[in-house]
């Protein structure tokens, strides 16, 4: 594969589940007519593709097999794994758990890499995740770690899965939340953190349209840089 452009901008948007951050990165993608990347996605289908091929998650060689030939496609606002439209089954709460844990693994997010800098087209990127400004796209113009406290986070995923017609179990979920954040933040490669040069931005008590602005401007102050 080619290397990256580098002269393409990436605005980097880091930070743990339920911070806001895919909501935020593909707002800011609209308002700038960005590509956008929702690198979660693919770790989310490397985990469902392991569990429909019977491939045990902790099983690194074999997970990162299917990951490096996975045929997941992005079109008709939805997300397909070959023929098959996983939109939905991809936002599980066992396939997010199942995310975390193959995303553990070095072999895994190599074999992601070049499928996540392949997304770096003109006019600009917007990339959201876990390792953007730290690993994938370390040259990004704009980083942005976007956090809010486990509480506030589990609120909106209970909000959510509630709206969708789910059971949820707020305790539960902040459970998950907290167990979720310790392995990503604690794993080996790429751990969840901000880059030493992120801007910081908690949205606790913040709403998605400020989170929006404070990107862009984060964005508008280092163009020309
Ligand atoms: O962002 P989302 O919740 O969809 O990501 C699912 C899981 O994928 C995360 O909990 C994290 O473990 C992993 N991930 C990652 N690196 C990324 C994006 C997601 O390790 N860049």
Redesign the pocket.
């Known amino acids: 594969m080619t290397p990256s452009p580098i002269n393409i901008p990436v605005i980097a948007i880091d930070g743990p589940?339920a911070s806001g951050k895919?909501t935020v990165a593909e707002r800011v993608a609209s308002v700038l007519g960005f590509h956008f990347l929702d690198?979660?996605?693919l770790?989310?289908l490397t985990a469902l593709s392991a569990m429909k091929h019977g491939v045990a998650l902790d099983n690194e060689a074999g997970v990162a097999a299917l990951a490096a030939a996975l045929p997941a496609t992005f079109h008709d606002g939805a997300v397909w794994l070959a023929e098959e439209n996983v939109t939905e089954a991809i936002r599980a709460e066992a396939v997010?758990e199942g995310?975390?844990k193959v995303?553990a693994l070095p072999a895994v997010r190599v074999a992601l890499l070049d499928r996540q800098r392949a997304y770096r087209q003109a006019p600009g990127l917007v990339a959201d995740?876990?390792?953007?400004g730290t690993v994938v796209f370390a040259d990004a113009v704009a980083k942005v770690f976007l956090t809010a406290s486990a509480e506030a986070r589990a609120e909106r995923r209970y909000k959510q899965l509630i709206e969708k017609g789910n059971s949820a179990n707020l305790p539960a979920l902040v459970a998950d939340m907290q167990a979720?954040d310790a392995r990503?933040t604690a794993r080996a490669v790429?751990p969840l953190k901000p880059a030493s040069d992120a801007l910081l931005i908690d949205t606790t008590n913040m709403d998605i349209d400020s989170a929006v602005q404070a990107v862009l401007a984060h964005y508008r102050s280092k163009q020309g840089n």
């Open positions: 589940s895919g690198s979660g996605a770790y989310r997010g995310a975390s995303a995740g876990r390792d953007m979720r990503d790429a």
